[in-house]
């Protein structure tokens, strides 16, 4: 279970995050949502270590960040951070690379081996596995990213924006049902961030919603609608709760155009 | 006589072509600078028999000198890493999985020291103090000091901790027995027989015990290259049923080990890399980070060792000096180790604007820094006003500064694990070998 407490992250002078409290139950997979610089991302680095609060606390499994040696050793175990942009070893194949994350994880060799070549297939990097990773094409680095992600068998991910950086719909589709499959099936705990509600609809057991830098709803999808009176596509729910004068602004808009 | 001299003869190793290059090219430089001489002697009409004591003699024998002393040192470390599997992965791993056992000949040459080497130091050793006039313990110095050094890295390397520490120092020992020859060859011969003993065991350890290799060691092409072809074109099940010899899960993790580090400790860029390290307990223990603080003061203490020659004001402004050199190098090197990639949470202007001039949890990695220019430079600058010798407090001054930077805490693991930083990308990407996507 992740536990965040009363946390708060200020960059320079400007928070970002202020007392944000969240819990996250085994197996639940939890949408990050919210407009842009409200703290998604920040909130995922602080849930992952990357990042100390200046107030608050993270707390994984009932052990708490950084409060030990051991406790860190042990949580980093546990915990997957993949960040929007991670920095990947470009002189290394793909395969090379997996092989390191899953050696950095310390999962088993039989099952390392297997599950990276059924990982590079999943996603169609089979014809590109043994070629360094400089010679794919964005698209091709992202999938690779996130095949790294999923080599670890960490039973909780943190994922930053999994489904951006040109992914193509096969992965979009694969990566969804996978991260689907571990929800439920495994027990994994996923927390991604992510700024499309098309993604988050049908997958994410919970959405929290953060706006200025606090938690404005943690519900699942059906919830956010009864918390707005709205029944249409979350992406309208959404735009209530993160920023509701988009619509009025939209309005304006076409009515200021002058014909 | 090329038979005899095999064992110490160039094999196909880059190392070793790079290091014997240096070696024949001393050989080639010394006869250049002899044949030179000669030929001047010749010129200028001179006997060539009779010492000519002149300029021309003095800087022919100066640059020989150099040349025979360079060669001797290059010769002494070449001795050390040509053949060590420590060195040599791919090599170490070929020695593990074949029968080779400890009590016979290494295939690729000895590391252990052979009759030929005594037979080379003994021309190199004549020739240096009959010919060029040097001081007798020049050469046999020049020539095993780098030997000895390198072999207690082996031995640190492989848990041989009591020989790893007895010959550094000892060498330290030979300065003050300078002005003896005998003396020095003596000491010489003691510790070259402790590296002979503990090469022995220091070897058995690590080819048939699982003795962790250093990450830093790099891994040869053809290491690399059988790994790969192993991770790419067989399946490991297939390759496990093949070797038995790979059959214990101790030799596919290491396998797994060498395919997915390929020699290199960092390897699968950020956040995974800092993310990845576990480490809990220090990288060096209190005992051995005392030794290793004594062990440069100790060097240094040394010098005394030939103070009937040294200038009256020795210790004097260069000491000081020196111990300033020393102080920031150790502070610089604790702070980059500590701060590289592991930044403040909050940016100095931040720290301005919010009046959190100090945050506890991060500026606790610079306590140690100010302790130990405080203990390196205050402590033995008032001591000398007191009256304590120079030639004392200036090599104590060494310990006095490395000790903090060493035991005090955090320890790196701890700093990384717990520090009150944020994990940047910072210098700690490679940016060469890493891209961001």
Redesign the interface.
């Known amino acids: 279970m992740i536990k965040v407490v009363d946390l708060t992250q200020h960059y320079g002078v400007r928070p970002v995050l202020r007392g944000v409290n969240l819990e996250v139950q085994p197996g639940e997979l939890l949408g990050l949502m919210g407009p842009n610089g409200m703290g998604k991302s920040t909130l995922l680095a602080a849930m992952a270590g990357v990042l100390s609060p200046q107030k608050g606390h993270v707390e994984i499994d009932g052990k708490q960040r950084r409060s030990s040696p051991e406790n860190e050793a042990a949580i980093r175990k546990q915990v997957l951070y993949l960040p929007d942009h991670p920095w990947l070893p470009m002189f290394r194949t793909g395969r090379e690379f997996l092989l390191a994350v899953g050696d950095i994880y310390e999962v088993d060799d039989e099952r390392l081996f297997d599950h990276v070549e059924r990982l590079l297939k999943l996603f169609d990097l089979e014809e590109k596995a043994d070629s360094p990773i400089r010679s794919y094409s964005s698209g091709q680095q992202k999938k690779i990213a996130i095949c790294a992600a999923l080599v670890t068998d960490a039973p909780i991910l943190l994922l930053d924006e999994p489904f951006s950086g040109g992914l193509d719909p096969a992965a979009i589709l694969a990566l969804k049902k996978v991260l689907k499959r571990l929800a439920d099936r495994e027990d994994v705990t996923v927390v991604m961030a992510t700024p499309v509600p098309e993604i988050v609809e049908g997958l994410a057991h919970r959405v929290a919603i953060l706006r200025r830098g606090e938690i404005a709803a943690c519900d699942p999808p059906d919830g956010l609608r009864k918390l707005t009176n709205c029944d249409g596509p979350l992406e309208v729910v959404l735009e209530h709760l993160i920023s509701p004068q988009t619509l009025d602004n939209i309005e304006n808009y076409f009515a200021e155009d002058v014909p | 006589m090329t038979r005899w001299l095999r064992p110490i003869l160039p094999r196909s190793s880059p190392t070793w072509y790079a290091v014997w290059g240096v070696v024949w090219i001393t050989i080639g430089l010394l006869a250049a600078t002899q044949a030179f001489y000669v030929w001047s002697l010749v010129r200028l009409g001179l006997p060539l028999w009779v010492e000519s004591g002149g300029e021309l003699g003095e800087t022919s024998r100066d640059l020989a000198c150099v040349i025979l002393v360079a060669g001797c040192l290059a010769y002494g470390f070449s001795r050390a890493a040509a053949y060590h599997p420590v060195l040599r992965r791919d090599y170490l791993l070929w020695l593990r999985l074949s029968p080779w056992s400890p009590g016979k000949v290494l295939p690729l040459g000895p590391v252990r020291l052979v009759w030929q080497d005594a037979v080379l130091l003994a021309v190199a050793t004549l020739y240096g103090g009959a010919v060029l006039r040097l001081p007798w313990p020049v050469v046999p110095v020049s020539m095993i000091v780098p030997y000895l050094l390198a072999m207690a890295l082996y031995f640190h390397t492989t848990g041989h901790r009591l020989a790893a520490w007895v010959l550094p120092f000892g060498i330290g020992l030979i300065s003050f027995l300078w002005f003896r020859p005998g003396a020095v060859v003596a000491s010489l011969a003691v510790l070259c027989m402790i590296a002979q003993i503990t090469a022995h065991r220091s070897i058995q350890t690590l080819v048939r015990e699982e003795t962790a290799l250093p990450r830093s060691v790099a891994l040869s092409a053809a290491a690399l290259s059988a790994m ?1 072809r192993t ?2 074109h067989a ?3 297939a390759m496990r049923d093949e070797t038995p010899l790979l059959a214990e ?1 101790r030799d ?2 290491r396998l ?2 060498h ?4 020699g290199a400790p960092h ?7 800092p ?6 307990k220090p990288l060096i223990s209190y005992r051995e980070a005392i030794l290793f603080s004594l062990l440069p003061g100790w060097y240094v203490y040394g010098i005394n060792g030939f103070k009937d020659v040294l200038p009256a004001d020795f210790w004097g402004p260069a000491g000081l000096g020196f111990t300033c050199f020393v102080v920031c190098a150790g502070v610089a090197v604790r702070l980059l180790l500590y701060c590289q990639a592991h930044f403040p ?3 100095l ?2 720290r301005v ?2 009046l959190r001039l100090i945050v506890p ?2 500026d606790v990695v610079f306590l140690a820094p100010i302790l130990s220019v405080f203990c390196g430079l205050g402590i033995p600058w008032t001591l000398m006003k007191w009256g304590v010798p120079a030639a004392f407090m200036i090599p104590a001054s060494i310990p006095l500064a490395l000790l903090p930077l060493l035991n005090a805490g955090p320890s790196l ?2 700093w990384w ?7 940047a ?1 910072g210098i700690g ?1 490679n940016r060469v ?5």
């Open positions: 790969k991770s790419t399946p490991f099940g899960p596919r993790s797994r080990g395919v997915a580090h390929a390897n699968a860029g950020w956040p995974l890399d993310l990845g390290f576990r480490e809990t949470p909050i940016s202007w931040g604007c919010t949890r991060y693991p701890r694990l717990t520090g009150g930083h944020r994990i990308t990407v070998l890493f891209k961001k996507i």
